[in-house]
């Protein structure tokens, strides 16, 4: 009996152990992906503004006539 408490006890400590070790990675992951996120929201900001001054430059060259 003692021997199965004992074997018990160890598979609950590496529970515990397992369960701690993933909600850091899981915390990990949720910051990478609040960065990533937060990045793809400045470069889609920063391609906007590159079409929008792009646009006004071709608003702003001659028609060819030929």
Do not use: I, W
């Not at 937060?38 to 702003?60: F, I, P, V």
């Amino acid at each position: 009996m003692q021997t199965e408490l004992d074997t018990l006890e160890s598979k609950l400590a590496q529970l515990v152990q397992l369960s701690q070790r993933l909600r850091a990675e899981n915390h990990q992951l949720r910051q990478e992906l609040a960065t990533a996120l937060s990045q793809g929201r400045q470069y889609n900001d920063k391609m906007e503004s590159a079409r929008t001054r792009l646009e006004h430059l071709l608003a702003q060259l001659p028609e060819d006539t030929a």
